[in-house]
C-alpha cells in the first residue's frame, strides 16, 4: 500500500496541482474498496470525497490536508512531497534555522522602526477584546485600496462618532455615506456597518475569534481581513497576504510566476503561514505589511534598510546579475538558482518576461495583466436657485441602494451614449422630473470630467443651470434635497460629483469657458513663447475643463 501512495505521489507533478485532489480521492476510494470489511476500512469509506477538505488550521496554508488513512511515514511528508513536485526548494523556507531569523529579524525591526498609527494606538491599549477587535477590523477595511495617509483622518473621525460596535450598529447609512464621502470603494462603509449590525443583534455583541469563524459569519469579511482580525485583535497565529506582504515574499523567495493565479496564491499564503510567529503574530503581520510599505515599496525599494536582506533572493540574484555583467560573462542559472528554462517550476517567471536589469529585485512581483475599465459617458447638471431664502440651494438627488456609488447623492444625471447625441434633451426631462418646467435656453454645457473607478471609467459632460428671477422652490420631491454650497460639501457625496462641482464653480453658466481657474486645474502652465508657439501651430479648440484622475 505505501507503494501505491508513493507512485500516487510521484505521479502528481506530472498533471500539474489541479490534479492533486482527484488522485487523492482516488487513492482514498481504492483503499476504501479494499478494506471495507474492517473496522479501519468502514471508518475510511465514511469520508466521501465531498468531506476530503483541508481542516480549520490548513485553510490558510495552500496545501493538501494530511489524511488519517495515508500509511505510516508518509502523511507528515504529503504536504512537502507535493509541493516540491510542482515548485523548486529555492521559492522555500528549507529549514527552521531561516524561519527563525527571519521573524527575529523582522520583529527586531518592527520595534523600532515602526509608525505610530491610531488604529495601533488602540489595539495596544484597548483591553476589552471586542472594542479592540473592533478597531482593527474598522482600520483593516478602510486600508484596503486606500494610502495610510488618507486614512488616519476619516480613521479618527469615524473612532470619535462610532467609538464601538453597538454606536456603529445603531448609526444610519446616510450617517455611515456622509462620514465616508471621499474615501471611495463606498460599499465597504456598508458593508462594514451590516457587520456590526449582526455582531450585536445575532452574535451578543461578540466578535468571532478566529480567521475560520471571521470569515464565514461576518458580510464583507474576507481572508485577509479575518486574518488580520484574529492575529491582531485575537493572538491566532495565521499568516495574513496583502499587497505588501506579496511583494516582501516574492521578492525574499524570487517568485516570479503571477502572483494573482490560484496557485502562486497559494503558495504565498502557505509561506506567510509557515512564517508567522507563534508567539507574536499580530506583530509579525503588521511588521511584514510595515516592511512592504515603507521599505520593500514597488520602485525604488530601500534594499540597504531591509531586515531580512541576508535572506532575500532577489537581492541575492541581482548581486549575481550585477558580477556576472562586470566580467563579462554570459548570463547562466546560478547553482542556487531555480532554472527557469526547465517548465517544470511554476514559481519561476515565464521564459517571455527575462530578467531586466534596470529594475533590479523589482523584477519581483511579476505585474498582472488588467483588463481595462470599461467606458461609460453620463451628462450630470448642478441645478441652482441663486436667490433661495437663506443663500444658493443647488439640487442632490440620491442613487439607488444597490450598484455603483449606492445611497449617494449626486446632481441630476442621465446615461448618455458617447457620441453625446440628445444628451442635452434628455437631461433636460431628468431635471424637470425632479424639479418642474425649467428654462431650456440656459441649460448651459461647461466642461467634462473623466473619473475612473475600479472598474468603470467615467466621461461626465457637465452641464449648469441657474434659475435667475423665477420663484424659489422650497420643497424637493422625496429622493432629492435642495442643499446650501456649505451643505454640499459635508453630505454623502462621491469625490467625483465634487469635481464635477468644482467644473460649475470655476465656470459659472453665461461665462466664458475656459477660466484661469479651471485651465490651470488640468494644465501646466507654459512658457510665454510656448504659448505663442502653441497659438500658431494648433487650430482653436473649445477650452472645456477636463479632470482626470483614479478613484482611491
Same mark, same amino acid.
Given at each position: 500500500?505505501?507503494?501505491?501512495?508513493?507512485?500516487?505521489?510521484?505521479?502528481?507533478?506530472?498533471?500539474?496541482?489541479?490534479?492533486?485532489?482527484?488522485?487523492?480521492?482516488?487513492?482514498?476510494?481504492?483503499?476504501?474498496?479494499?478494506?471495507?470489511?474492517?473496522?479501519?476500512? /468502514?471508518?475510511?469509506?465514511?469520508?466521501?470525497?465531498?468531506?476530503? %477538505?483541508?481542516?480549520?488550521? &490548513?485553510?490558510?496554508?495552500?496545501?493538501?490536508?494530511?489524511?488519517?488513512?495515508? @500509511?505510516? =511515514?508518509?502523511?507528515?511528508?504529503?504536504?512537502?512531497?507535493?509541493?516540491?513536485?510542482?515548485?523548486? @526548494?529555492?521559492?522555500?523556507?528549507?529549514?527552521?534555522?531561516?524561519?527563525?531569523?527571519? $521573524?527575529?529579524?523582522?520583529?527586531?525591526?518592527?520595534?523600532?522602526?515602526?509608525?505610530?498609527?491610531?488604529?495601533?494606538?488602540?489595539?495596544?491599549?484597548?483591553?476589552?477584546?471586542?472594542?479592540?477587535?473592533?478597531?482593527?477590523?474598522?482600520?483593516?477595511?478602510?486600508?484596503?485600496?486606500?494610502?495610510?495617509?488618507?486614512?488616519? &483622518?476619516?480613521?479618527?473621525?469615524?473612532?470619535?462618532?462610532?467609538?464601538?460596535?453597538?454606536?456603529?450598529?445603531? !448609526?444610519?447609512?446616510?450617517?455611515? &455615506?456622509?462620514?465616508? !464621502?471621499?474615501?471611495?470603494?463606498?460599499?465597504?462603509?456598508? /458593508?462594514?456597518?451590516?457587520?456590526?449590525?449582526?455582531?450585536?443583534?445575532?452574535? =451578543?455583541?461578540?466578535?468571532?475569534?478566529?480567521?475560520?469563524?471571521?470569515?464565514?459569519?461576518?458580510?464583507?469579511? =474576507?481572508?485577509?481581513?479575518?486574518? !488580520?482580525?484574529?492575529?491582531?485583535?485575537?493572538? +491566532?497565529?495565521?499568516?495574513?497576504?496583502?499587497?505588501?506582504?506579496?511583494?516582501?515574499?516574492?521578492?525574499?523567495?524570487?517568485?516570479?510566476?503571477?502572483?494573482?493565479?490560484?496557485?502562486?496564491? +497559494?503558495?504565498?499564503?502557505?509561506?506567510?503561514?509557515?512564517?508567522?510567529?507563534?508567539?507574536?503574530?499580530?506583530?509579525? &503581520?503588521? *511588521?511584514?505589511?510595515?516592511?512592504? *510599505?515603507?521599505?520593500?515599496?514597488? +520602485?525604488?525599494?530601500?534594499?540597504?534598510?531591509?531586515?531580512?536582506?541576508?535572506?532575500?533572493?532577489?537581492?541575492?540574484?541581482?548581486?549575481?546579475?550585477?558580477?556576472? !555583467?562586470?566580467?563579462?560573462?554570459?548570463?547562466?542559472?546560478?547553482?542556487?538558482?531555480?532554472?527557469?528554462?526547465?517548465?517544470?517550476?511554476?514559481?519561476?517567471?515565464?521564459?517571455?518576461?527575462?530578467?531586466?536589469?534596470?529594475?533590479?529585485? *523589482?523584477?519581483?512581483?511579476?505585474?498582472?495583466?488588467? %483588463?481595462?475599465?470599461?467606458?461609460?459617458?453620463?451628462?450630470?447638471?448642478?441645478?441652482?436657485?441663486? $436667490? *433661495?431664502?437663506?443663500?444658493?440651494?443647488?439640487?442632490?438627488?440620491?442613487?439607488?441602494?444597490?450598484?455603483?456609488?449606492? =445611497?449617494?447623492?449626486?446632481?441630476?444625471?442621465?446615461?448618455?451614449?458617447?457620441?453625446?447625441?440628445?444628451?442635452?434633451?434628455?437631461?433636460?426631462?431628468?431635471?424637470?422630473?425632479?424639479?418642474?418646467?425649467?428654462?431650456?435656453?440656459?441649460?448651459?454645457?461647461?466642461?467634462?470630467?473623466?473619473?475612473?473607478?475600479?472598474?468603470?471609467?467615467?466621461?461626465?459632460?457637465?452641464?449648469?443651470?441657474?434659475?435667475?428671477?423665477?420663484? @424659489?422652490?422650497?420643497?424637493?420631491?422625496?429622493?432629492?434635497?435642495?442643499?446650501?454650497?456649505?451643505?454640499?460639501?459635508?453630505?454623502?457625496?462621491?469625490?467625483?460629483?465634487? %469635481?464635477?462641482?468644482?467644473?460649475?464653480?470655476?465656470?459659472?453658466?453665461?461665462?466664458?469657458?475656459?477660466?484661469?481657474?479651471?485651465?490651470?486645474?488640468?494644465?501646466?502652465?507654459?512658457?510665454?513663447?510656448?504659448?505663442?508657439?502653441?497659438?500658431?501651430?494648433?487650430?482653436?479648440?473649445?477650452?472645456?475643463?477636463?479632470?482626470?484622475?483614479?478613484?482611491?
Amino acid at each position: 500500500m505505501a507503494g501505491t501512495w508513493a507512485l500516487t505521489l510521484r505521479r502528481i507533478h506530472l498533471h500539474g496541482p489541479g490534479a492533486i485532489m482527484k488522485k487523492l480521492r482516488a487513492a482514498v476510494g481504492s483503499r476504501c474498496r479494499k478494506q471495507a470489511s474492517s473496522q479501519e476500512g /468502514r471508518e475510511i469509506c465514511a469520508l466521501s470525497s465531498s468531506q476530503v %477538505k483541508p481542516s480549520a488550521p &490548513n485553510a490558510y496554508m495552500g496545501t493538501i490536508p494530511e489524511f488519517p488513512e495515508a @500509511p505510516a =511515514g508518509l502523511a507528515g511528508q504529503q504536504k512537502e512531497v507535493v509541493l516540491q513536485a510542482s515548485v523548486s @526548494p529555492y521559492h522555500l523556507f528549507r529549514d527552521t534555522a531561516e524561519v527563525t531569523v527571519f $521573524r527575529e529579524s523582522l520583529l527586531s525591526w518592527y520595534d523600532q522602526e515602526k509608525r505610530d498609527l491610531p488604529w495601533r494606538r488602540l489595539a495596544e491599549s484597548e483591553v476589552d477584546l471586542d472594542r479592540r477587535a473592533y478597531a482593527v477590523w474598522v482600520s483593516e477595511v478602510m486600508l484596503q485600496q486606500t494610502q495610510v495617509a488618507t486614512v488616519i &483622518n476619516y480613521y479618527t473621525r469615524w473612532m470619535q462618532k462610532w467609538p464601538t460596535l453597538q454606536d456603529l450598529a445603531s !448609526a444610519s447609512l446616510e450617517e455611515v &455615506n456622509q462620514l465616508w !464621502a471621499g474615501l471611495g470603494y463606498y460599499s465597504r462603509g456598508r /458593508r462594514l456597518q451590516e457587520g456590526a449590525r449582526k455582531v450585536v443583534e445575532e452574535l =451578543g455583541g461578540h466578535v468571532p475569534h478566529t480567521a475560520e469563524t471571521l470569515q464565514r459569519l461576518l458580510p464583507g469579511v =474576507g481572508r485577509y481581513t479575518a486574518g !488580520a482580525i484574529a492575529s491582531i485583535a485575537f493572538g +491566532q497565529a495565521v499568516g495574513v497576504v496583502d499587497g505588501n506582504v506579496v511583494r516582501v515574499l516574492c521578492r525574499v523567495r524570487a517568485i516570479g510566476a503571477d502572483p494573482s493565479s490560484t496557485f502562486v496564491s +497559494q503558495q504565498l499564503w502557505s509561506l506567510a503561514q509557515q512564517l508567522v510567529d507563534p508567539t507574536r503574530p499580530g506583530d509579525f &503581520n503588521q *511588521a511584514a505589511m510595515e516592511l512592504g *510599505a515603507t521599505v520593500c515599496t514597488p +520602485q525604488h525599494p530601500l534594499c540597504s534598510q531591509c531586515p531580512v536582506q541576508s535572506l532575500c533572493q532577489a537581492r541575492q540574484k541581482v548581486e549575481r546579475e550585477q558580477l556576472s !555583467a562586470s566580467q563579462s560573462l554570459p548570463g547562466s542559472a546560478d547553482v542556487e538558482e531555480c532554472a527557469p528554462n526547465t517548465g517544470q517550476c511554476q514559481l519561476c517567471a515565464p521564459p517571455s518576461e527575462p530578467w531586466d536589469q534596470s529594475l533590479g529585485v *523589482a523584477n519581483f512581483p511579476r505585474k498582472a495583466s488588467r %483588463k481595462p475599465p470599461r467606458e461609460e459617458c453620463s451628462a450630470t447638471c448642478v441645478l441652482e436657485q441663486p $436667490r *433661495a431664502l437663506g443663500g444658493a440651494r443647488i439640487l442632490l438627488v440620491q442613487r439607488p441602494n444597490s450598484g455603483l456609488l449606492a =445611497g449617494l447623492w449626486e446632481f441630476p444625471s442621465v446615461t448618455t451614449e458617447p457620441s453625446g447625441q440628445h444628451q442635452r434633451r434628455a437631461l433636460l426631462q431628468e431635471l424637470q422630473n425632479w424639479a418642474g418646467p425649467l428654462p431650456a435656453t440656459r441649460l448651459q454645457h461647461l466642461g467634462q470630467v473623466v473619473h475612473t473607478f475600479s472598474h468603470i471609467k467615467l466621461t461626465y459632460q457637465v452641464y449648469g443651470l441657474a434659475l435667475e428671477g423665477q420663484t @424659489p422652490v422650497t420643497v424637493a420631491p422625496p429622493g432629492a434635497r435642495w442643499l446650501t454650497r456649505e451643505e454640499f460639501h459635508t453630505a454623502a457625496v462621491s469625490a467625483a460629483m465634487k %469635481k464635477v462641482f468644482r467644473v460649475y464653480e470655476g465656470q459659472q453658466p453665461g461665462t466664458c469657458k475656459g477660466s484661469k481657474r479651471s485651465t490651470l486645474s488640468s494644465q501646466k502652465k507654459l512658457s510665454p513663447g510656448q504659448q505663442v508657439l502653441d497659438s500658431f501651430f494648433q487650430p482653436h479648440i473649445p477650452n472645456d475643463t477636463n479632470f482626470n484622475s483614479a478613484a482611491q
